[in-house]
Each structure stands twice: as structure tokens, then as C-alpha cells.
């Protein structure tokens, strides 16, 4: 149980194009889902926090109108790069907290953005 | 802010041999994740460590954490090939689910 997804797994884009990945949490409901993002070699950083139903929240240094999230339902939840340049290259991680239940925190298995 | 420093960021070490990654947190926690990564990959849970004292035992991994101390370990016996990953600690925020990831280590085992 408690199986997260994400789609596509890897992704190669033109700059100035936007790319949309997705989140969901397959047996599961999650108010809460976060996006990370992780550069080669680094660790995870923290983006943001969805939420359903309600408009995420952005750690500081993130653009909001660059990373447009939308967590439009109990186990979806999408990633939006507008607009995208060579520096947003990097690997996306998603995760879903099962509903009700503080800190329990499950990884999606990623996707590769590569912008050219 | 939270900060989150593992240290060493990398280490090289022989098969057969021990050594310890230690992880070091800058905010009051009463629990700590690890995770192993492997490249091009997600994270793998490894242990939720969910109090101070706590000690959880995995093969060749053994985790603690001194809430106290602000400090936990992950102590590596006997180190195979296997076990070559980057290696993450990460602490949650108080009564929020937001997750703070360490610096990481690469460990590299060499036969």
C-alpha cells in the first residue's frame, strides 16, 4: 500500500515551453502533497506545499508563477513548469502524506525535466 | 530556518569496514526519517526513528537518535557493494508535515 505516481518519469522540453507533471497517490487520499526539487549531487529542497482545494504554499526563493501547482483532488496533484529554461533542469520529486496521519510522508518515484 | 547537516557529505570505505553518518539538526524534533538513494532513483525509506533513544536495526544499518543532542547516527557493519547509495536524513517540522532533507552522503563501498 501506500503507492505514490508520477507522470511522466522523464521529459525533454524546448525552452519557453511549459511542461506539467503529476502526482497522484494510488490507494490512498492525501490533503497534503509536496514538491521537491533536487539538482545533481544535492539534496532535496523543498518547493512547495499542495493542498486540496486550496492554493499552495511556496518556500521562499520558489516563483509561484513559474511552478504552478494545482492539487485539484484527494490524490492528484500537478507541477507546472511555464516558461521553462535550461535551469530548470533538474529532478522532480513528489510526495503524498496520508490524510490524518502527521509525518507519515510517502515518495514518488520522480521525474527527470530536462529543458533544452 | 531548520538546517540539516550530515556529515561526511562523501566516504569511501573499504568492504568488511564500519563507519558512522552522522546528522545533525538545528530545531527541536521528536523524530527523524533516513533514506537511501540510489542514482536516478527516489528515495527508499530506510528507518522513522519517532523518539528520543530510538534505535532501529536493518542488516548492516543500525540508526539512534538523541532528540537531546539534537543528533542521530546511522552506523554501517561490515560494509558491502550493496550498500553504495546516497544516504538522507531528514527531520520534520513540529506538528507540520513539511520534511527537511540533510546534505546527503555518498557512500561508495569498494570491494
Excluded at chain 2, 530510538?54 to 557493519?77: F, Y
Aim: glycine share 6%.
Amino acid at each position: 500500500g501506500a503507492v505514490v505516481s508520477q507522470h511522466p518519469s522523464w521529459v525533454i522540453c524546448k525552452s519557453g515551453t511549459s511542461v506539467k507533471i503529476e502526482c497522484r497517490s494510488l490507494d490512498f487520499q492525501a490533503t497534503t502533497m509536496f514538491w521537491y526539487r533536487q539538482f545533481p549531487k544535492q539534496s532535496l529542497m523543498l518547493m512547495a506545499t499542495s493542498n486540496e482545494g486550496s492554493k499552495a504554499t511556496y518556500e521562499q526563493g520558489v516563483e509561484k508563477d513559474k511552478f504552478l501547482i494545482n492539487h485539484a483532488s484527494l490524490t492528484l496533484s500537478t507541477l507546472t513548469v511555464t516558461s521553462a529554461h535550461p535551469e530548470d533542469s533538474s529532478f522532480y520529486i513528489c510526495s503524498a502524506v496520508l490524510a490524518g496521519v502527521l509525518h507519515e510522508q510517502y515518495f514518488g518515484p520522480g521525474t527527470r525535466l530536462t529543458v533544452t | 530556518e531548520l538546517k540539516v547537516e550530515q556529515n561526511p557529505l562523501f566516504l569511501s570505505m573499504q568492504e568488511g569496514k564500519n563507519y558512522t553518518i552522522y546528522c545533525n539538526y538545528s530545531t527541536t524534533s521528536d523524530r527523524l526519517y533516513w533514506y537511501r538513494q540510489d542514482p536516478g532513483k527516489s528515495l527508499e525509506s530506510l528507518f522513522v526513528l519517532l523518539s528520543n533513544g530510538a534505535v532501529k536495526q536493518e542488516g548492516r544499518l543500525m540508526a539512534s537518535l538523541d532528540t537531546k543532542a539534537r543528533l542521530s547516527t546511522l552506523h554501517i557493519t561490515a560494509a558491502v557493494h550493496d550498500l553504495s547509495a546516497t544516504y538522507f536524513c531528514a527531520v520534520p517540522l513540529p506538528l507540520r508535515n513539511q520534511f527537511y532533507f540533510g546534505t546527503g552522503t555518498s557512500l561508495t563501498v569498494i570491494p
